[in-house]
């Protein structure tokens, strides 16, 4: 049972120019997706730069305006509403950004930090305060006397615990972590991922993991959503994805992975050969009203990219 829908979400920018400064052109930054999410998984939602990952996170949680769309929580329609601070819904959907260190104010200690969101959402008394503070150091594995700290004295791996342990403090239902580990170093990163398991089984907590790294979505991911141009190209489980894509731009990001053995370099050039061959075949011929050809490539049922776009990245 899913207890929360995102339904048919847009957020579009507008581009303003001219002498007016009027609205020239818009950015279609994302252009009608659904998500369902169910308590205790993981999703991943994955696409190259600038396909619109970070603005569908940030409209969830009400830091973008959406253009238009739903958001359901526990069956209640909470798009207006999840823009003030202190809803029901900022209780139970949080945020961790890829920037640990600009997402923890320089000139508060961690305790202060901490405090913010409990103030905000429990009612409880100074000492249960502390107590709970400390509760959520222990949790992320921090030493107790890192209350007394300020964020510059920790690594970029502690202070990302940190973010955890302050998303933690409400007992949300979901977090959108976006790109959560990819300024860190590669033996940290793998600490991190490892530990918001760790958290997740321990609170039965659902992740919307967002990332470029479909390395790390397959250690973290039950479902993925692949993402291409403001838009789902494909969604489908681990298994559906990482053994069986069906969509030419899924090949394409599985075909990215670096290959570090020999066995993966054969395996990336024969993933290589299989999408030309998945290319050549989809390809669909348009005119335009001058006669000139084009090719396209289908991205869904009733949506088309160009060819040269997608080769562009290949
Ligand atoms: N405030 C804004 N005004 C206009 N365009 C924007 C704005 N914010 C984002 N965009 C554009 O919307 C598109 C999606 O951006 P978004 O940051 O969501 O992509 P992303 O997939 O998260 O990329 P990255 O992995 O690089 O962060 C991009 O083309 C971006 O330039």
Known sequence: MSFMQIIDLKVHYPIRGGFFNSIVDWVYAVDGIDMEFEQGKTYGLVGESGCGKSTTGKAII?????TSGKILFEGEDVTKERKSRTSHFHREVQMIFQDSHSSLNPRKRIADILAEPIRNFLNLTPREERK???????????????????????SGGQKQRINIARALATNPKLIIADEPVSALDLSVQAQVLNFMKDVQKEFGLTYLFISH??????????????????????????????????????????????????????????????????YEKHIHKAFDENGRVYDLIPISDTHYVSASSVKEVV
């Open 132 to 154: 709970k503070i400390d509760e959520l150091l222990a949790i992320v594995g921090m030493p107790g006397d890192s209350k007394e700290k300020f964020p510059h004295e920790f």
């Open 213 to 278: 790294d479909l390395g790390v979505v397959k250690h973290m991911c039950d479902y993925i959503f692949i993402m291409y141009k403001g838009r789902f190209v494909e969604c489908g489980t681990k298994q559906d994805i990482y053994q069986n894509p069906k969509h030419l731009y899924t090949k394409r990001l599985l075909n990215s992975i670096p290959a570090t053995t020999p066995l993966g370099r054969e395996k990336r050039k024969w993933a290589r050969q299989e999408f030309e061959k998945m």
């Open 62 to 66: 009400g830091l973008e305006k959406i």
